[in-house]
């Protein structure tokens, strides 16, 4: 049986896997490339050692993970990500975050190139972290406290790695909906689609 601290250990692992190889990733391109192409290199990195932890797991614990999604299923996702997107951006427009803090980390992030943005952002990021995030972290997490407690801890995690109030306040949200989408569905294809399409309609609209 395992430890309580073997337990947190696992929950984590997948965190400081993405950790490590965006620091490398810095190290060795950072002089070079920009916080975009940096975002996308660390994400391409990433996605490769994810998906085999995944699909272990997958077989290991006949998680959610295998099921087929319809292509209809996957398009009503894809605008509830659109949806959800702005929705959260007008809120925080409304109270007036922005005023009070900075959004650095998402203006250097749309400072690049287009077309770096929409394969860095917008396609492989989503892959990289809903893996990363529900598809290892949350699993792990729910085993360990349940679905309730994993879905709200899971998204703290992913709101705290974000690294700024702003993007705090809307990732927060937007992680327990994927979360949801991701039980609903019941493949981690439905959280990757709704993250893609609220990361490219921001890209889309800041480059507007």
């Known amino acids: 049986m395992r430890t309580t ?4 250990l696992s929950v984590i692992t997948p965190l400081l896997l993405h950790f490590f190889i965006s620091q490398a990733v810095i190290m060795v391109f950072g002089t070079y490339c920009d ?12 996605i490769p050692p994810a998906v085999m932890i995944y699909h272990r797991e997958i077989k290991k614990y006949q998680d959610r993970g295998k099921n087929k999604v319809k292509g209809r299923e996957l398009i009503l996702i894809a605008v509830l990500g659109v949806a959800a997107s702005q929705a959260l951006t007008w809120f925080l427009n409304v109270i007036g975050v922005t005023q009070y803090f900075s959004n650095e980390t998402q203006e250097a992030l749309f400072a690049g190139n287009i077309f770096v943005q929409i394969l860095g952002a917008g396609i492989f990021a989503p892959i990289a ?3 990363i995030f529900r598809g290892l972290t949350y699993q792990r997490m729910k085993r360990m406290a349940g679905m309730g407690w ?9 709101a705290v790695y974000h690294g700024n109030p702003i993007q705090m306040m809307y990732t927060f949200p937007l992680a327990l ?13 439905g959280p990757i689609v709704l ?14």
């Open 5 to 8: 601290e073997g337990r947190i």
């Open 195 to 208: 993250h893609m399409a609220a990361n490219l309609v921001a890209v889309a609209i800041n480059d507007l």
């Open 129 to 131: 972290e809903e893996i």
């Open 150 to 158: 994993a879905m709200i801890l899971s998204s703290a995690l992913f």
């Open 177 to 189: 909906l994927l979360c949801v989408v991701y039980e609903k569905c019941g493949s981690i294809k």
């Open 35 to 46: 916080a975009t192409a940096l975002t996308a290199i660390t994400a391409g990195m990433v």
